[in-house]
């Protein structure tokens, strides 16, 4: 049995030793409850565990191995995220990626005419470069809103992130290839090792329908915010499915396998990235068989401006957030100080492009000192809103939107 | 008499003991392996390339970080061959939805066989020490059994 655990006494991990730090005070999660009560002043509140990585700002970690991160919500107060917020997910390690990277080489097979094995070089000097500011967001997010709680890393609401993608348009490698009028669905393969360092079997493997493939928003992408994309993020090529599951923008890109039926790759099967068909009891085992591929992303906004937990002097209060949808079309966001008895309507700003987050303001003014909670929801285009508590309780814990809250202080 | 040649057997034991613990460098014992001093930590020259390059920092979980309860070195050792700690404490859920858990492992993330005594015991400690914990709604349903 003790053999086990010398995984732990590699040489890097001798070499590199333990890179993360607990530092305490930050803010707990806003929960699902919409109970009053503020957290407990006693006990002192443990914070989460922050990323100490080259090139990462101080992301909340859900977990180091695999290493998952998310952005803290004050830390998603930036129009286009930085490089550095951008939240991390991992479902298995990170590949072994050395050479150049215009060399790398991604294979398109199945339902095409002409198979294609084509490096990013070619890619790049082939096929039109386009960028986009594209919402890219763990299908996991806001899950520990969910009472009971469900499978999974506990995302609250950082598991998404805003920034500039520049590559090329996976429709246009699709075209190349010539789909056969029998392409239905692809299958995502990466490089990453699986947990246990199996390089030689897929660690996930998701796909979408063809449509979604051949949206002008769905890219091969190369860089991040106009620079070279980091590894940690996908390099040398990413695919970037903006709005639907996070797991479908596969990193370290290899393969699309063109199917002609819906993918069964690992991460297709299961409770995973499904949703059931009729409601189930929240903490009940649920029936796999009676569910549905979870795609677009629910509508959600966060506030980003004041933190959770902040003491304010002057009873205005200048607030500002972030809201988007899995289709891009936020309409508006309203604002309640009151517990939702009163609302009032944010100013939305226009999406830099389709699948761009917006940024939402208001002024608000608060009637005396005290304790309030400022919440926020978000409307789509179709006028689908943000439930009051996490609603569609599943195993596996998706599509938890509930409004967002954030608790301040007026001092007297 | 016989306490003298007593007293001589254990001078003469602990001399060779201390004699053979002091010799690091195996003289004393020519079949086994000379004792090398641990190198001097790394300010070697950094490889050409480094695959570790833009890597996720390495954390070291121990089997500490997990409650002291019966069943917990092999719930260490069997999870955290693939994933970390921070991973199962994160989640607090019922037995029935941690034996649900166990079959993701094995069927989706191909985790190795486990006798069938060890994952009750692992389910055991599981339910125990990582039960439900969210209270305010949900966690009472009468529609639980």
């Known amino acids: ?412 | 008499m016989s306490l003298n040649i007593t007293h001589a057997v254990v001078v003469t034991l602990t001399a060779t003991f201390l004699l053979l613990a002091a010799d690091r460098a195996g003289e004393l014992r020519k079949n086994q392996p000379a004792y090398v001093p641990p190198a001097k930590p790394a300010v070697a020259a950094a490889p050409a390339v480094d695959p570790d390059k833009g890597k996720p920092p390495v954390h070291n979980d121990t089997v500490d970080d997990l409650p002291e309860s019966k069943g917990r070195e092999i719930t260490f050792y069997t999870c955290t061959a693939c994933h970390g700690v921070a991973l199962i404490k994160a989640q607090g859920m019922s037995r029935e939805l941690w034996d649900q858990s166990f079959d993701l492992m094995l069927t989706r993330h191909r985790m190795p066989p486990v006798k069938p005594e060890e994952r009750v015991e692992i389910l055991d400690y599981l339910t125990e020490q990582f039960p439900p914990r969210r209270r305010q709604r949900g966690g009472d349903n009468p529609f639980l059994k």
């Open chain 1, 1 to 412: 049995m003790p053999k086990k655990g010398t995984f732990r006494a590699s040489r890097r991990n001798v070499l590199k030793g333990v890179g993360m730090a607990t530092i305490g005070a930050s803010l707990p999660p806003v929960g699902s409850a919409m109970a009053q009560s503020a957290p407990a002043a006693s006990a002192a509140p443990k914070g989460p565990k922050l990323l100490e990585m080259d090139g990462k700002a101080k992301l909340a970690v859900l977990g180091d191995r695999p290493l998952v991160a998310e952005t803290q919500a004050e830390l998603m107060d930036d129009d286009v995220t930085p490089t550095a917020k951008l939240f991390v997910r991992n479902n298995g390690g990170v590949p072994d990626i050395t050479g150049d990277p215009k060399a790398w080489k991604i294979k398109i097979d199945g339902e095409v005419n002409t198979p294609l094995e084509i490096s990013v070089g070619e890619m790049m000097s082939r096929f039109p470069s386009v960028t986009y500011q594209l919402t890219l967001e763990c299908g996991g997010n806001g899950r520990s809103f969910f009472s009971p709680e469900a499978r999974g890393n506990q995302w609250t609401n950082g598991g998404v992130g805003c920034p500039q993608w520049t590559g090329i348009r996976l429709a246009d490698v699709l075209k190349a290839a010539g789909l056969k009028p029998s392409a239905a669905f692809t299958g995502h393969y990466g490089a990453d090792p699986t947990l246990a360092g199996e390089t030689d079997k897929p660690t996930i493997s998701r796909g979408m329908p063809i449509a979604k493939a051949m949206d002008e928003h769905t890219l091969i992408a190369f860089k991040l915010n106009g620079q070279d994309m980091p590894l940690i993020h996908g390099a040398p090529a990413r695919l970037v499915v903006p709005g639907w599951a996070g797991s479908l923008s596969t990193k370290w890109l290899k393969r699309i396998w063109v199917r002609d039926k819906e993918h069964d790759g690992p991460g297709m099967g299961g409770f995973s990235y499904r949703v059931p068909k009729k409601p189930i009891v929240p903490g009940s085992k649920g029936d796999e068989k009676d569910t549905a591929i979870l795609e677009a992303m629910p509508v959600r906004s966060v506030i980003t401006f004041p933190a959770d937990g902040t003491k304010l002097t002057s009873r205005k209060l200048d607030l500002r957030g972030q809201a988007w949808s899995g289709e891009g079309d936020i309409k508006s966001v309203d604002i309640s100080t009151d517990y939702g008895v009163t609302w009032k309507t944010a100013k939305v700003n226009a999406p830099a492009n389709k699948f761009a987050w917006q940024r939402f303001t208001a002024s608000v003014d608060l009637p005396s000192p005290g304790y309030y909670e400022v919440w926020a929801k978000a409307t789509d285009a179709k006028g689908v809103t943000q439930p009051f508590t996490a609603a569609n309780w599943n195993p596996q814990g998706y599509g938890a939107n509930p409004i967002n809250r954030i608790r301040v202080l007026v001092e007297s």
